[in-house]
């Protein structure tokens, strides 16, 4: 029949529909998880240099106090944290290039903590080499001088500098990242809603195919079905389309018409039975 030749290119067609409609959304959800992605790096940096540039001045004045503690008791152990700090100054400076690297903005600050940490490293040490070498009145006369209290607070107010410049790009980035986020919400709900609508229609659509399969063309003279190209009678249909044997019987309707047939007829046979017959002329003849 034409419908049940029609109804698995429109089945494939549906599954086609659903799995094209199901890659591009995916697609659009990937490429929205990217832009997810980057802004969450974006405010995850801004967090971590922030942080890079508070270790930065606190490893500085860690080495300070050490030295200062060295010099006021000449103790080894005060030695040993400011050695400890001194070696950590370098991997902290390091750490803020490598994440201001694609950053034009912080470049100047960069520079200038580099070259002041450094300034302020060779302060420490040649205060300690003096306390080592026994010139220790040198040495406080250095600390006294302030030289070293000054350029502890160029490091603070360049750290504090670049810290507001990045924290001023984080709501921004925030704001950027909130934006993101809620895009790609949107499309997974907009991703499910659109799988299952297209699921149901495509459900629906196989429900509708399977009646219009059910449906049968009769013959309205001969009271024939037409089945695969052919004209057979009512039962040959159901035993061929749905498998059902088929059994004959009479309606309750059928049977008193046929009996009201039946009983007419009787009823003309015997008028006809007592109608008196003519007599023909050999009976009157004799």
């Keep these: ?18 799995a094209l409609v199901s890659i591009a959304l995916y697609y659009v ?3 929205f998880g990217t832009v997810v992605t980057a ?5 995850n940096r801004t967090y971590e240099l922030e942080r890079a540039f508070q270790a930065l001045a606190s490893i500085l004045e860690e080495a300070e106090s050490g030295q200062r503690g060295y010099l006021l008791t000449g103790k080894s152990q005060y030695l040993n944290i400011y050695a400890g700090a001194r070696e950590r100054v370098d991997q902290a400076v390091e750490k803020i290039r490598r994440l201001t690297r694609d950053k034009s903005t ?3 600050h960069v520079e200038q903590l580099a070259a002041l940490s450094a300034r ?25 001088s302030g030289d070293g209290e000054r350029l502890m ?16 790009m984080l709501d921004e980035r925030q704001a950027a990242f909130d934006m993101a986020l809620a895009q790609r919400r949107w499309l997974r709900r907009l991703l499910m809603m659109t799988s299952l609508i ?23 003279w001969s009271r024939t079905i037409q089945l695969d190209g052919q004209w057979v009678t009512f039962e040959e249909y159901l035993a061929r389309r749905f498998n059902v044997r088929v059994s004959h019987g009479i309606a309750p309707r059928e049977l008193e018409k046929l009996m009201t047939q039946v009983e007419q007829v009787e009823k003309s046979r015997e008028r006809a039975d007592s109608t008196p017959k003519p007599s023909s002329p050999d009976s009157e003849a004799a």
């Design 39 to 43: 802004s969450r790096v974006n405010v």
């Design 198 to 220: 297209v699921t149901a229609s495509a459900f629906y659509l196989v429900f509708r195919l399977q009646r219009l399969h059910t449906f049968a063309t009769m013959c309205a």
């Design 1 to 18: 029949m034409l419908q049940g030749q029609q109804s698995p290119r429109i089945l494939l067609v549906a599954m086609v529909f659903v």
């Design 153 to 168: 607070g160029e490091i603070r107010e360049v750290s504090a500098q670049a810290r507001a410049d990045e924290l001023s």
């Design 106 to 108: 912080h470049m100047d």
């Design 120 to 144: 302020k490293i060779v302060e420490l040490e040649g205060t300690v080499a003096l306390i080592k070498a026994g010139h220790r009145d040198e040495a406080i006369a250095t600390l006294q």
């Design 29 to 31: 959800d990937a490429q």
